[in-house]
């Protein structure tokens, strides 16, 4: 039973590594669309004056700090990842200032900015396929640990099952013999005092019993 406890454990606590880590990949994909998205609708708004495309940009402008924030708290324990989502950071800033800015006379034409912005979309990309991966490789780790920690566990109920079975039996032999031995030591008795009482009996003696 404590071995199955401790199997058990081990299962979730693998289980929840996958689950964690598909989180962390889907929310990637997730920031990468968003990031992607603000920079199409600020676009959109310079060629249209659409304020609908205006508003689209300020959402994802809000969206997007805030779902890197989840991931830095969901790998948290991860220095590697920690130092990553620090590089991710500067690009996304450096991506949004210079979105912020399309279409602002006094410097590069609408072109040159629009250039440089899909460059930096392209290097953001690249980051977040990069962890994507990494992710990915210790997903199946996990997954290989849940497979793992499963047949440990199956093993466990199946032995335990085995040696539960045999001490039954085992215990029920014992129980068996013991009652046997019991009823041999009666009849034994019962012999001995059938036997005694017949020898006072022919002694004259049968007055006492």
Same mark, same amino acid.
């Given at each position: 039973?404590?071995?199955? $406890?401790?199997?058990?454990?081990?299962?979730?606590?693998?289980?929840?590594?996958?689950?964690?880590?598909?989180?962390? @990949?889907?929310?990637?994909?997730?920031?990468?669309?968003?990031?992607?998205?603000?920079?199409?609708?600020?676009?959109?708004f310079l060629l249209t004056n659409d304020s609908a495309e205006l508003q689209s940009?300020?959402? !994802?402008?809000?969206?997007?700090?805030?779902?890197?924030?989840?991931?830095?708290?969901?790998?948290? &324990?991860?220095?590697?990842?920690?130092?990553?989502?620090?590089? $991710?950071?500067?690009?996304?800033?450096? =991506?949004?200032?210079?979105?912020?800015?399309?279409?602002?006379?006094?410097?590069?034409?609408?072109?040159?900015?629009?250039?440089?912005?899909?460059?930096?979309?392209?290097?953001?990309?690249?980051? @977040? @396929?990069?962890?994507?991966? &990494?992710?990915?490789?210790?997903?199946?780790? =996990?997954?290989?640990?849940?497979?793992?920690?499963?047949?440990?566990?199956?093993?466990? @109920?199946?032995?335990?099952?085995?040696?539960?079975?045999?001490?039954? $039996?085992?215990?029920?032999? =014992?129980?068996?013999?013991?009652? !046997?031995?019991?009823?041999?030591?009666?009849?034994? $008795?019962?012999?001995?005092?059938?036997?005694?009482?017949?020898?006072?009996?022919?002694?004259?003696? &049968?007055?006492?019993?």
């Open positions: 039973g404590g071995l199955s $406890l401790v199997g058990i454990g081990n299962l979730a606590e693998a289980a929840q590594g996958v689950v964690h880590t598909q989180v962390v @990949i889907d929310r990637l994909q997730t920031l990468l669309t968003e990031d992607e998205e603000e920079s199409m609708a600020m676009r959109s940009f300020q959402k !994802a402008r809000q969206v997007v700090p805030a779902q890197l924030q989840e991931l830095k708290e969901l790998t948290s &324990d991860n220095p590697v990842r920690q130092s990553d989502f620090v590089k $991710l950071e500067e690009m996304l800033n450096r =991506h949004v200032a210079l979105v912020e800015r399309l279409g602002q006379s006094g410097g590069p034409s609408l072109g040159q900015q629009v250039e440089e912005s899909n460059k930096l979309i392209d290097q953001i990309r690249v980051q @977040i @396929i990069s962890i994507q991966a &990494d992710e990915r490789l210790l997903l199946l780790k =996990h997954a290989a640990n849940t497979e793992q920690s499963s047949t440990v566990l199956k093993w466990i @109920i199946s032995t335990g099952s085995v040696v539960g079975i045999l001490v039954i $039996l085992g215990s029920a032999f =014992h129980i068996n013999r013991e009652m !046997a031995a019991r009823q041999r030591t009666q009849r034994e $008795l019962d012999r001995f005092f059938t036997l005694t009482s017949d020898m006072f009996c022919i002694a004259g003696f &049968d007055g006492y019993f």
